[in-house]
Nanobody, 126 residues
Framework: QVQLVESGGGLVQPGGSLRLSCAAS????????IGWFRQAPGQEREGVSC????????YYGDSVKGRFTLARDDARNTVWLQMENLQPEDTAVYYC???????????????????WGQGTQVTVSS
């Protein structure tokens, strides 16, 4: 059974850092892309970042480029999202999602993904 579990969210002051993890079970990351999305109250789900584990390419939304970094841990079947210089506008529930790569895909579109985690809250506030 495919399962994704996020962790690492919390409350942080502006300028602070957090590292989110997305632990996968029931499948190997090797043939999947893992995307991170976020959703603030009253807003649409927004693509934050994605790693295509087939070719190693990473993608970042404009609002997080230079601040967020993806990393993959094959031994733990886990993808990490390191978030630096967090700002209040980064406050949202963060989700990871998985899609099995079979060709080109639009990484920032939620409907491309087949499996979702339950989400973890990130709050940036002083």
């Amino acid at each position: 059974q495919v399962q994704l579990v996020e962790s690492g969210g919390g409350l942080v002051q502006p300028g602070g850092s957090l590292r989110l993890s997305c632990a996968a079970s029931g499948f190997s990351l090797a043939t999947y892309a893992i995307g991170w999305f976020r959703q603030a109250p009253g807003q649409e789900r927004e693509g934050v970042s994605c790693i295509n584990n087939v070719n190693g390419r990473t993608y970042y939304g404009d609002s997080v480029k230079g601040r967020f970094t993806l990393a993959r841990d094959d031994a733990r079947n886990t993808v990490w999202l390191q978030m630096e210089n967090l700002q209040p506008e980064d406050t949202a529930v963060y989700y990871c999602a998985a899609l099995q790569v079979s060709g080109p895909f639009l990484w920032g579109l939620p409907h491309e993904y087949d499996h979702w985690g339950q989400g973890t809250q990130v709050t940036v506030s002083s």
